[in-house]
């Protein structure tokens, strides 16, 4: 396992966990952090164009793992941890999957 900085305005703010087989392919790019958690770089369409699109690590790794995403399924981070993108934390879920594996709302009051 190696940590891959995450940089905000020049500066390290944060390590994501990255698996020693990933980090030579992760390792290049400059990762920043959304405004969800998620480790994401942002890349510009065309090079004229104001149009960025976000490509995530998590993607980019389970991308690596299974070659290519499994349709209408989306990547999973099993621990919850958005800065934990080792593989073996990376797994192919349905969004009912996902819905499943949310934690509590900070306001609910049925404890659901």
């Known amino acids: 396992m190696k940590l891959l900085p995450i940089h905000y305005r020049g500066q390290v703010v944060a390590h994501v966990k990255v698996g020693d087989q990933d980090y030579y392919h992760v390792c290049h790019h400059r990762?920043?952090?959304d405004n969800k958690g998620y480790a994401v770089r942002w890349v510009r369409l065309m090079r004229n164009s104001r149009k960025v699109t976000a490509i995530f690590l998590h993607n980019v790794i389970f991308?690596?793992?299974y070659e290519r995403k499994p349709k209408r399924m989306e990547c999973d981070h099993i621990n919850r941890n958005?800065?934990?993108c080792q593989r073996d934390?990376?797994?192919s879920a349905?969004?009912?999957n996902q819905s499943a594996n949310?934690?509590?709302?900070k306001n609910t009051?049925?404890?659901?």
């Not at 009051?109 to 659901?112: A, N, S």
Request: aromatic share 14%; charged share 25%; proline share 0%.
């Open 82 to 84: 958005k800065l934990d």
């Open 31 to 33: 990762w920043s952090q």
């Open 63 to 65: 991308e690596l793992k």
């Open 109 to 112: 009051i049925t404890g659901f």
């Open 89 to 91: 934390n990376l797994r």
């Open 102 to 105: 949310k934690c509590l709302f």
């Open 94 to 96: 349905s969004i009912h």
